[in-house]
C-alpha cells in the first residue's frame, strides 16, 4: 500500500440521526426509542465519540417536517420530533471538554444576525468548540413555514448564502479580541476604537451591526458545507474549511478532492485550509460475518413504503408508487434535480443506468446509509479500506454515519479506532482544546487588524 501523506492523520467526523443513520435503525432491539427528544442519549453517544479521540460531532437539522405519504412517514422518525440543535448543543458542551460541536443552519429561512449570534454564543460556551455547516436547504417543505410559497431555485439560494456567510464573518469581526478591558480602576468596559461596525448593504441582506458577542474564541467557528454540485463547489473552495460528500469510488473521490482543492487557488487559500470528508456508513463486527449478519437484520427492516418514500423524496418529490419496484428507474426529469441533493442523486442515477439496479434495490442501498458509502467488515478490513482512501488522497478523513445508536458507534470506537491508531493514521490524544486546533486549521484574522 502507497504509505504517501507520512506523519497526517485523519480527521474524523460523527454524523448523529437520532437512532442512527440507516432508515430502520430504531427498529434494533438496543434502539433508544425517543432518541431525538432523549438528551441523555445524545449526551452519552456524544461522550463515546469523544473517548474514541473524533475531531466533531455533527447534528442535522430541518425546519420543517417530511411531507409526503403519511402511511410512508408514520414508519420513519427522522425530522417528526427532535432537538433544534442550536438548543442541544450548548448543553452538550457542558458535558464534554475536547470533541468539536457542529450543527446545520439554514441560510435560506433564517437571517445572519441571528446565525452569527448563536454560533459565537456557542463558541464561547463550549471554549471554542463550534462548527457551523453552511446549507441552503433540500427540503422544499420548509418554504411553507416561513410564507413561501415554493423553495429558492437551486442558484438563487446559493447567491444568497455566499452574502449571508460573508455577513456573519464580518459580524464574528465586531470586536477586537482584546475590545473587552473590563477595567474598574479607570471605569472602562470596552475600549470603543476596538468596535467594529459592518453597515452591510447588499442584494439580499442590509446588517449594521455590530454583533453583541465578543469575539469567538475560535475567531470563526469553523465553516462546513455539503453541496457537491458545480456552484456547491466553489461555495466550498470560497470559505468552507471541511466539506462532507457523498462519494463512493476512490476515482470519484480523488477528482472531487484535486478539484476542489484546485479551486481555491482562485481565492488565494491554501490546500490545506479545508478538510475533505467523505461520508461512510461503516458497519463493523469482530468479524466479517457478524458484521453482514447486523447490516442484513437492519435491511431485512425496510418497509417498503418507507423505501420509496425516501428514494421519492430524494428525487425531489418525483413519485414512484406506480413503477414496478422489480423493474428499472424511469427517466426523471431535470426539473426534479434542483429540488434535493444533486450529489445523492446523481449517485441514484449512476446506480440505475451503469449497474441497472432496480427501484427496490436502489432504495434498499440509499436507506442502508441515505447516499453515503456503506462498507461492512472486521476492524482490519474497515481499517485497510480507510487508509488507502487517505493515502491515496482522496479523502482528509471521514465523516462516520452510524448504522444504529448506541451499537453502531460504541462498536466502531471499540473496534476501529484502536486499529487506526496502531497504524498511526489517527490520534491517541487530542492536540489542542478547539475545534480549529484539533483539525489543523488556523485562527483566522479580524478583516479590521493589520498583519
Not at 13 to 39: E, K, M, S, Y
Not at 198 to 203: A, W
Not at 215 to 221: E, T
Amino acid at each position: 500500500m502507497d504509505k504517501g501523506r507520512s506523519g497526517e492523520t485523519m480527521k474524523l467526523g460523527a454524523f448523529f440521526h437520532p437512532t442512527g443513520n440507516h432508515v430502520a435503525a430504531w427498529l434494533h432491539p438496543d434502539a433508544q426509542i425517543d432518541a431525538g427528544t432523549n438528551f441523555r442519549h445524545y449526551a452519552e453517544i456524544t461522550q463515546t465519540a469523544e473517548r474514541g479521540k473524533f475531531d466533531l460531532m455533527f447534528v442535522a437539522d430541518a425546519v420543517a417536517t417530511r411531507d409526503g405519504k403519511l402511511e410512508a412517514l408514520s414508519r420513519w422518525p427522522q425530522y417528526m420530533a427532535y432537538f433544534d440543535p442550536l438548543t442541544l448543543l450548548p448543553a452538550l458542551a457542558a458535558v464534554t471538554t475536547h470533541i468539536g460541536l457542529c450543527a446545520t443552519a439554514t441560510t435560506s429561512y433564517n437571517e445572519p444576525y441571528h446565525i452569527a449570534r448563536k454560533f459565537a454564543s456557542l463558541d464561547h460556551i463550549s471554549g471554542g468548540r463550534a462548527g457551523w455547516n453552511v446549507v441552503t436547504s433540500s427540503n422544499v417543505s420548509e418554504a411553507f413555514n416561513f410564507g413561501r410559497e415554493r423553495h429558492y431555485d437551486h442558484d438563487a439560494r446559493y447567491d444568497r448564502a455566499i452574502e449571508f456567510v460573508e455577513v456573519v464573518k464580518g459580524l464574528w469581526d465586531s470586536w477586537d479580541d482584546d475590545a473587552f478591558v473590563r477595567d474598574r480602576k479607570s471605569e472602562r468596559y470596552f475600549d470603543p476604537a476596538k468596535l467594529h461596525y459592518l453597515n452591510h448593504k447588499g442584494e439580499h441582506f442590509s446588517v449594521r451591526g455590530p454583533l453583541n458577542v465578543a469575539r469567538p474564541p475560535q475567531g470563526h467557528p469553523v465553516l462546513f458545507q455539503a453541496g457537491s454540485s458545480e456552484v456547491g463547489r466553489e461555495v466550498a473552495a470560497r470559505f468552507a474549511e471541511g466539506v462532507f460528500t457523498p462519494q463512493h469510488t476512490l476515482a470519484s473521490a480523488q477528482e472531487f478532492y484535486r478539484d476542489l482543492k484546485g479551486r481555491m487557488r482562485k481565492y488565494d487559500r491554501p490546500p490545506e485550509a479545508l478538510k475533505v470528508m467523505p461520508g461512510l456508513n461503516a458497519i463493523v463486527g469482530r468479524t466479517r460475518k457478524e458484521a453482514e449478519d447486523l447490516h442484513n437484520f437492519l435491511q431485512s427492516k425496510i418497509h417498503p413504503d418507507v423505501g420509496l418514500e425516501l428514494l421519492s423524496n430524494q428525487l425531489g418529490g418525483f413519485d414512484l408508487s406506480e413503477y414496478d419496484l422489480d423493474g428499472p428507474l424511469p427517466d426523471i426529469p431535470e426539473r426534479h434535480f434542483a429540488l434535493s441533493g444533486l450529489g445523492n442523486t446523481r449517485n441514484i442515477i449512476r446506480w440505475a443506468r451503469e449497474e441497472r439496479l432496480t427501484i427496490r434495490q436502489i432504495y434498499q442501498r440509499f436507506a442502508a446509509a441515505r447516499g453515503q458509502r456503506t462498507l461492512i467488515g472486521s476492524p482490519s478490513e474497515i481499517a485497510d479500506d480507510m487508509e488507502e482512501w487517505f493515502r491515496g488522497h482522496g479523502v482528509d478523513g471521514f465523516l462516520f454515519h452510524p448504522s444504529h445508536l448506541p451499537g453502531g458507534l460504541d462498536d466502531f470506537v471499540a473496534l476501529v479506532i484502536p486499529e487506526l491508531q496502531s497504524r498511526g493514521l489517527f490520534r491517541a490524544e487530542y492536540e489542542g482544546t478547539t475545534l480549529r486546533e484539533n483539525m489543523g486549521l488556523e485562527r483566522p484574522k479580524s478583516r479590521y487588524v493589520s498583519n
